[in-house]
C-alpha cells in the first residue's frame, strides 16, 4: 500500500480560475523521502493542503494510506499527518513553549503522563529543552521554527510535510534546522514531502517530483536531477555548489564518471583521479 496517492487529481481555488492542479499523477511510498520543486506558483503548497484535506479536488482521487482523502475521513487523515508551514509565527497558540507542543497532543487526546514524555523528548530532539517556559513571541525565527517542529514531531506522524519550513532563516540557520529534521525522520522513520527551494534538501531526498505549471513535470532522483541540463533558476534553486566545481575541472580537460552528489563524493572523485595521474 502506499503512503500517499494522487490519482488524475484536478484542482482550481475558484470556478473562473484555470487549473491549478492538473492532471496529476503520482505516489509515495512508505518511509520515502520525496522533495518537490518548482517555481513560485506552481502549486506546491496547494499540494500540500490536498494532501492534508484543506482543500479538495473537483476531479480525480487522493489517498493517504489507502483511504481515499473526503470529508468523512479527514480526521483520520490529519491525525497521520504533520505539517510544518513556512512562517512559524502563524502556527503558535500556546503562551510557553510547553503548551505549544502540547497543544497537538491534547488534541488527539494523548494521555497527560505521555504528553509530558513526549513534548520532553521533541524538545531536546529540536535542541529547545532549556526553553520549556519560554514565550514563543520572543523567541528567533530559527528557535520558533525548532518549536514548531517539536510540535509536529511529538504528535508522532506517519507523514510529515515541511512546506518551504527553512526558507525564512538565514543560511547557517537553515543548514541547522534541516540536519535537525533529517536526524529526527530517518530516527523515526516517517515519510516525508520537503517542498522546498533548497538545494541541499533536494539532493537528500529519495526522489525529486518537479511541478509545472501544476502538472508533473518530471520524477527523478538526485543523481538525475545534477546529471540532467536543467535551468537551475527556473527550477527555483540555486545550482548545487558540486555541479559548479565539477564543471570548472571539466573546461581543464577532468573527466568525471558520475556527477558528485556531495561535497564527499566530490572529494572522492578528485582523489581517486589523482592517484591514477
Ligand atoms: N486561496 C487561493 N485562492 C485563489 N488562488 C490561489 C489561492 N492560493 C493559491 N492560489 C493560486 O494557485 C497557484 C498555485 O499556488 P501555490 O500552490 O501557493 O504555489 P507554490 O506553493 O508552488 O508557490 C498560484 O497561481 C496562486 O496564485
Ligand atoms: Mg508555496
Redesign the pocket.
Known amino acids: 500500500m502506499t503512503k500517499i496517492e494522487f490519482r488524475n487529481v484536478y484542482f482550481r ?2 470556478e473562473d ?1 484555470n487549473w ?1 492542479i492538473e492532471a496529476l499523477n503520482f505516489t509515495i511510498e512508505p518511509g520515502e523521502n520525496v522533495a518537490i520543486i ?1 517555481h ?8 500540500a493542503k490536498l494532501m492534508m484535506g484543506l482543500v479538495y479536488p473537483q476531479k480525480g482521487a487522493i489517498f493517504v494510506d489507502g483511504q481515499r482523502v473526503t470529508e468523512d475521513h479527514i480526521w483520520e487523515i490529519r491525525q497521520k499527518i504533520g505539517m510544518v508551514f513556512q512562517n512559524p509565527e502563524t502556527q503558535f497558540v500556546g503562551t510557553t513553549v510547553r503548551d505549544d507542543v502540547a497543544f497537538g497532543l491534547e488534541n488527539r487526546g494523548v494521555p497527560r503522563v505521555e504528553m509530558v514524555d513526549r513534548i520532553k523528548k521533541s524538545l531536546i530532539d529540536v535542541g529547545m529543552d532549556d526553553y520549556t517556559l519560554h514565550e514563543p513571541h520572543h523567541l528567533s525565527g530559527g528557535q520558533k521554527q525548532r518549536v514548531a517542529i517539536a510540535g509536529v514531531m511529538a504528535t508522532e506522524p506517519d507523514i510529515v510535510i515541511l512546506d518551504e519550513a527553512t526558507s525564512m532563516l538565514d543560511p547557517i540557520g537553515r543548514q541547522e534546522i534541516a540536519k535537525v529534521i533529517s536526524r529526527i525522520i530517518k530516527q523515526r522513520r516517517m515519510t516525508t514531502v520537503s ?1 522546498t527551494h533548497d538545494v541541499k534538501e533536494v539532493m537528500q531526498a529519495d526522489r525529486v517530483i518537479i ?1 509545472k505549471g501544476g502538472e508533473l513535470y518530471q520524477c527523478l532522483t538526485p543523481r538525475q536531477l545534477l546529471a540532467g541540463e536543467y535551468d537551475w533558476d527556473y527550477l527555483g534553486l540555486t545550482k548545487p555548489f558540486v555541479l559548479s566545481v565539477k564543471e570548472e575541472f571539466e573546461k581543464y580537460g577532468y573527466q568525471f564518471e558520475h556527477t558528485p552528489l556531495n561535497h564527499e563524493e566530490l572529494i572522492d572523485a578528485l582523489w581517486t583521479y589523482y592517484s591514477k595521474t
Open positions: 481555488y475558484h480560475q491549478i518548482g513560485n506558483g506552481s502549486g506546491k503548497s496547494t499540494i517542498i511541478l
